[in-house]
């Protein structure tokens, strides 16, 4: 990141700079070093998924730093927030609730209905960081918040998609974002271990896969005034 988003930023002049953050330590969880490293790379407000617990040295840090997000739609009582605001720009996590394992989440959807309407003040710029294995679920979420958000941006799956659109509302859509990590490995691990897997079921942790490292994201271009997406493009890059 730190050799890459600079030029981004200078070569797009960026205005936000978003980045999913659960798998930034290792491939499991964030800690305050890596958050801290993302940060400096000009990275603006990290968003997260169903890896934020990972580490425990951050659970204490998400109610004070607000640019670390865990998703909103957990239950009542959990630390940290599902939302930030800077100036006219409202950023939410949520997390998907199909393939998700046994975790027992909220209802997005209707999560995000609430949020809406709890604001004193709503933002004319909002972006959805969906975290959710199924896309016909990140689909919904899209279609249904068509016109009253800015963007849905899917994240959870590694594996960036093909169908970047801004929807008849205008609101901008994609499955999913994609990846930061190796090129060569199965969705960021070491590939030998990933198939050993399959091959025995035996449980193993996996390494963190090494060498040419592959930056999938997308740029948004939101008018400001009234709080549709203009435009999402892919942005992806390459680099040993």
């Known amino acids: ?7 981004l930023q200078q070569q797009y002049d960026l205005d936000l700079v978003i980045a999913n953050g659960e798998n930034a330590a290792g491939g499991r969880g964030l800690t305050l070093a890596t958050a801290e490293e993302l940060f ?3 990275v603006d407000v990290l968003t997260s998924g ?5 580490q ?3 659970i204490p840090y998400l109610d004070g730093d607000k640019r670390i997000l865990r998703p909103l739609n957990y239950p009542p009582g959990v630390p940290g ?6 100036g006219q720009t409202l950023v939410v996590n949520l997390m998907g609730r199909v393939f998700m394992g046994s975790f027992d989440f909220d209802c997005p959807f209707r999560a995000m209905d609430s949020l809406l309407q709890e604001l004193s003040e709503v933002p004319p710029v909002i972006i959805v960081d969906f975290h959710g294995e199924a896309t ?13 958000v800015s963007a849905v941006l899917g994240t959870h799956t590694h594996v960036g998609t093909i169908d970047a659109r801004v929807l008849p509302q205008g609101t901008a859509y994609i499955s999913d974002v994609g990846m930061t990590g190796p090129t060569n490995s199965i969705i960021g691990d070491e590939i030998q ?3 050993d897997k399959f091959l025995t079921q035996v449980p193993t942790r996996f390494s963190v896969g090494s060498g040419c490292v592959t930056f999938n994201s997308v740029l948004v271009e939101v008018d400001e005034t009234n709080g549709k997406a203009k435009s999402i493009t892919r942005i992806d890059r390459e680099w040993t």
Request: proline share 2%.
């Open 193 to 195: 271990g990933v198939i």
């Open 50 to 54: 169903n890896h934020i617990w990972d």
């Open 1 to 7: 990141m730190q050799n890459l988003l600079p030029g």
């Open 56 to 58: 425990k040295e951050i």
């Open 81 to 86: 927030q599902g939302y930030w605001i800077l």
């Open 40 to 42: 400096q790379s000009g």
């Open 136 to 148: 016909a679920e990140k689909m919904a979420l899209g279609w249904y918040l068509d016109g009253r």
